[in-house]
């Protein structure tokens, strides 16, 4: 009989502090519609000490320190084309520097993408339960005004959406292997 381990991924240390962060900022973009600072640097320091270690031989579970640089710098610079578009705060910018820091470029860009192709589903489906079906034939209405509707991630229009628990389902999908390329 086979157990359950054998069906989850075995974690390195960075990862599962990566899951931990993201159920933190989850709850907290959820309740608040904030990602804190308290949590978002302290894990890009901890990303990087544990980098710093597998850098120096002490441990092997996890990533360079030098995957764990490009992951904070290059995440935050490609999570900047959305934050420069959307209004609101930074907080999924330095969330992503953080994620970046513990899991690398690679695995933070393929869960934010999954996140965000998640998230678009999700506003797909509850614009179809506010309009209806028939609400999609009003589509050419604008672009701007099916934002308005589903409640864009952006403060400029709707109400925004908590964008971090859709990075968290995406970086589930990547931690089982579920791969965009």
């Not at 990566?18 to 959820?30: E, S």
């Not at 935050?76 to 470029?105: C, Q, R, W």
């Not at 990547?174 to 390329?181: A, D, E, K």
């Amino acid at each position: 009989m086979r157990e359950l381990s054998d069906y989850l991924p075995s974690l390195s240390v960075s990862a599962a502090v990566a899951v931990v962060v993201l159920t933190i900022a989850t709850a907290t973009d959820l309740r608040s519609q904030k990602i804190y600072n308290v949590l978002t640097y302290p894990a890009i320091l901890l990303g990087l000490s544990l980098a710093g270690l597998v850098s120096l031989g002490l441990t092997t579970s996890g990533i360079r320190l030098t995957e764990s640089l490009l992951g904070v710098v290059a995440c935050g610079g490609v999570m900047l084309i959305p934050y420069s578009h959307s209004g609101g705060g930074a907080g999924d910018v330095k969330l992503a520097m953080a994620i970046g820091s513990l899991v690398g470029f690679d695995s933070t860009i393929q869960a934010f993408c999954i996140g965000y192709i998640v998230a678009a589903l999700f506003l797909v489906v509850r614009f179809i339960i506010l309009r209806g079906v028939g609400g999609l034939r009003h589509f050419h209405d604008g672009f701007a005004s099916f934002w308005e509707a589903v409640g864009a991630p952006s403060s400029r229009v709707g109400r925004p959406i908590a964008l971090s628990g859709f990075f968290a389902c995406g970086m589930a999908a990547n931690l089982l292997n579920w791969s965009l390329w």
